[in-house]
């Protein structure tokens, strides 16, 4: 079963617009980790965020987490057409295995 | 591009056959886990090998199984196939200590 659920499920902007996707998760966490998949491809993994941290940044992507509330959500700013992808968020339990539990997904289309 | 490999790159198989996929970790990488991505839906955990052991399930009959090598490629093996088996097959590895994963383009598997 998926571990949490990407808000919104379907995102389109233009480009320069700034982007941002939520993710919520069920259980107690160790990190959240966000992936990128183009077209039904592998996953690439854009950033990690531990469960002590509440705020990252890479590049034009900002990861925050609140664990209170079991949410994260992710913002990529100034977006490119080839930003258009599908981004999950994915978590790793506190104990126990280091599998990763990914949610559904959110599918964000850039328009150029 | 991440240096995971898989292959093949597409199968078609039909209900009740057996089938082999293949994964070939990233350099230094002892860690390999395997997902199942139905379409539309984000990656479901399989398995974990760790050092040619299997050391988490996730929940998957045992007609899924697998194998790990000395030189940490993997196997994923589905005996009695299903049509509800058609999905993205991923494989994905990580170094000792590390959290994010390494993910391989995927197998497409048909069952018709």
């Known amino acids: 079963s998926q571990q949490g659920e990407e808000d919104p499920q379907a995102l389109s902007i233009q480009e320069g617009e700034n982007a941002t996707m939520n993710c919520s998760y069920k259980?107690?966490?160790?990190?959240l980790q966000w992936y990128r998949q183009n077209s039904g491809r592998g996953l690439v993994h854009l950033i990690l965020i531990r469960s002590n941290e509440r705020e990252k940044h890479s590049g034009r992507l900002r990861v925050t987490l609140d664990t209170s509330k079991k949410s994260s959500s992710l913002l990529i700013t100034a977006s490119r057409a080839a930003d258009t992808a599908s981004y999950f968020c994915a978590t790793r339990g506190d104990t126990g295995r280091r599998a990763l539990t990914f949610g559904s997904g959110t599918r964000l289309q850039v328009q150029p | 591009e991440t240096g995971v490999t898989q292959s093949p790159t597409h199968l078609i198989k039909t209900r009740g056959q057996q089938v082999t996929l293949r994964c070939s970790s990233q350099?230094?990488?002892?860690?390999v886990s395997w997902y199942q991505q139905a379409l539309g839906q984000g990656p479901q955990f399989i398995f974990q090998?760790?050092?040619?052991?299997?050391?988490g399930r996730g929940n998957f009959p045992p007609r899924f199984s697998g194998l790990q090598f000395p030189n940490y490629s993997s196997e994923l093996n589905v005996n009695a196939l299903e049509l509800d088996d058609s999905a993205l097959y991923l494989c994905?590895?990580?170094?000792?200590?590390?959290?994010?994963?390494?993910f391989g383009p995927g197998t497409r598997l048909t069952v018709t």
């Open positions: 259980t107690s966490i160790n990190n």
């Open positions: 350099s230094g990488h002892n860690t």
């Open positions: 090998y760790y050092r040619e052991e299997e050391n």
């Open positions: 994905a590895s990580r170094g000792a200590g590390a959290y994010e994963q390494y």
